[in-house]
């Protein structure tokens, strides 16, 4: 009877931060798109921790969370306006995606993804580098060959993971986009956190997926809250 209790309170706690989190992300988004700094201000640097918290309560795993969490630390310091503060941010995402590396293990990839995200990394990099500043060249070029590997290996984790990754490297692409002063798509910030948002979203649901690593338990808290455990 108390196990049963644990698990509804966790199961309610969990529905609250994804609904949280959701209710969040759309402020963020609408915030960005009808340009309301401040409403931005508050709205995103609540998105990570929510959702890693939503992981936690999930009993996901620790890489996952830590994942998370340095993102948020990206989110935060990307949001000051200055070189520095972009190369701390870029830096602390790197460990994230080092954390997702992690946490994806030894599991093969495929070869063929392995080639086209090869060539999209050259493309974007031929294409960008003689707009890029100088002093950010060499970092962003490492952090990007480290974005890429992530978004190829998040494949082993499933379809869900996948878009994740594709979708992180296409939201820091377009941040480079910027970077570089080439042209820009219309409302091009509002595309940026949409990319991220779901990306990260994507990631955490692939991870999180019942039968997708051994901490995927019958026992578990359901994927989508209230709903029957596997």
Do not use: N
């Not at 998105?47 to 990206?74: N, Q």
């Amino acid at each position: 009877m108390s196990a049963d209790i644990g698990t509804d309170r966790r199961e309610r706690l969990a529905r609250a931060l994804l609904t949280a989190f959701l209710v969040v992300a759309a402020v963020d988004l609408v915030a960005v798109l009808a340009d309301i700094p401040v409403a931005g201000l508050v709205a995103k640097p609540l998105l990570m921790p929510l959702l890693a918290g939503y992981a936690a309560v999930r009993r996901g795993p620790r890489l996952l969370v830590a994942a998370l969490l340095f993102g948020w630390g990206g989110d935060v310091l990307l949001m000051a306006d200055s070189d520095t503060a972009f190369l701390l941010g870029m830096g602390s995402f790197a460990v994230g995606h080092v954390c997702y590396l992690w946490l994806f293990g030894r599991a093969r990839s495929s070869l063929s993804a392995a080639v086209a995200y090869a060539v999209v990394l050259t493309v974007a990099l031929v294409l960008l580098w003689p707009g890029l500043p100088a002093d950010l060249r060499i970092p962003m070029a490492g952090y990007s060959l480290l974005l890429t590997a992530m978004a190829y290996r998040a494949g082993v984790l499933g379809r869900y993971a996948a878009v994740g990754g594709a979708l992180f490297l296409l939201s820091d692409a377009l941040i480079a986009v910027g970077v570089a002063d080439a042209p820009r798509l219309p409302a091009h910030g509002f595309w940026i956190m949409l990319t991220y948002i779901a990306a990260q979203f994507l990631l955490a649901v692939g991870a999180l997926s019942p039968g997708t690593r051994p901490w995927a338990r019958a026992s578990a808290v359901p994927l989508v809250p209230g709903a029957p455990r596997p």
